[in-house]
């Protein structure tokens, strides 16, 4: 059981080949997408870092970028209030 465990595990984390066709579309192997629960139409997030290509679901794209704004902001700002004020200000200075 615990070996058959760590072989899942070994595979989910291995990388697998896929080749560019037309267009340079390229095609995420179907373990992958079910992982993500990807789908026909959905949108990705694709970043060039360090030489890799990074692609990250947009639903996961929003989820870190809102734990990153949580790190600034106390539980009594009100987001929403913070970016209309900056407008404004933005406005007076145009």
């Given amino acids: 059981m615990v070996k058959n ?3 899942n595990h070994l595979t989910f984390i291995m990388s697998r ?3 560019i066709g037309k267009a340079g ?3 995420i192997p179907a373990q992958y997408r079910q992982a ?3 789908t026909e139409g959905e949108g990705v ?3 060039l870092k360090n ?3 990074e692609i990250t679901p947009i639903e996961a794209s929003i989820k870190k970028a809102q ?3 949580k790190q600034y902001l106390s539980s009594e700002d009100d987001l929403v209030a913070l970016l209309f ?4 200000e933005d406005r007076r200075h145009e």
């Fill in 5 to 7: 465990v760590i072989f």
């Fill in 17 to 19: 080949m896929t080749t």
């Fill in 25 to 27: 579309r390229l095609v």
């Fill in 36 to 38: 993500l629960s990807l």
């Fill in 45 to 47: 997030i694709i970043s």
């Fill in 51 to 53: 030489g890799h290509i």
């Fill in 67 to 69: 734990q990153t704004v």
């Fill in 85 to 88: 004020d900056d407008r404004k």
